[in-house]
């Protein structure tokens, strides 16, 4: 026999003792007219808290969606700029010996290696990143970044005069990529934090101006 809910039980209760206390069995229709509108209450969706809420009872707010577009607007237009750089970058490295095609080769070594490294951490970091958030990871692909372009700029022997500058430059400019590429993509994880927190209704607008950034 299947058992009545509670609710529905307390008002053939209720129903019975109104009866003089009596236990006739009520039909269902009966009983559930007899129950008070104050035992059932509707539970309303609280609104979401506000930074400012966020931050008196602890927790951390967000990261500004807006802040998050200018970042990867900085950082797509940063690699933008480095793409007719790096090619002249390697031709100056002594494995290149200012030959513009051996130069141009070993570009194409260090994107492919760039992009092999991206491919191998990608499944790692994005698991690291669901269990710990977005944000760490987001500023580790950009300080692999930063360690690229800053090896490049030491790297580079076009002039004999530079105060600081690496031997064997080629070496060091294939570790510097081979690190940012395990260091993630920032695109990937900006993706996933605009996810994370934007609803049903924002998404799709959230998403075009991310993908703006990479237009403009």
């Given amino acids: 026999q299947r058992r009545s809910p509670p609710a529905l039980c307390a ?58 577009f200018v970042v990867n607007f900085i950082y797509i ?16 490295t002594p494995a290149a010996g200012g030959d513009q095609v051996k130069g141009g080769s070993l570009h194409s070594l260090g994107v492919t290696i760039n992009s092999a490294c991206e491919l191998l951490s990608a499944s790692i970091l994005g698991l690291m990143s669901d269990r ?3 944000k760490p990871f987001l500023l580790l692909a950009s300080l692999g970044q930063v360690l690229d ?18 031997a064997n430059g080629h070496l060091w400019l294939l570790f510097s990529r081979s690190t940012a590429g395990l260091c ?4 990937v994880f900006t993706r996933a934090y605009v996810a994370d927190s934007s609803s049903s209704a924002d998404g799709a607008k959230n998403f075009a101006k ?3 950034a990479f237009g403009i």
């Fill in 11 to 68: 008002g053939r209760r209720r129903a019975c003792m109104a009866d003089g206390g009596g236990c006739r069995r009520q039909p269902p229709a009966a009983a559930a007219e007899a129950i008070d509108s104050s035992d059932v209450s509707l539970v309303e969706a609280e609104p979401p808290l506000t930074p400012e809420q966020l931050a008196a009872d602890g927790a951390k707010p967000q990261l500004s969606l807006g802040l998050l």
């Fill in 210 to 212: 991310l993908i703006g």
């Fill in 149 to 166: 372009f800053l090896v490049a700029g030491l790297a580079a022997r076009d002039r004999p005069d530079y105060a600081l500058s690496l």
């Fill in 132 to 134: 710990y958030g977005r």
């Fill in 77 to 92: 237009f940063a690699l933008a700029l480095t793409v007719p750089v790096f090619p002249y970058i390697w031709t100056t």
């Fill in 184 to 187: 993630g993509n920032m695109s």
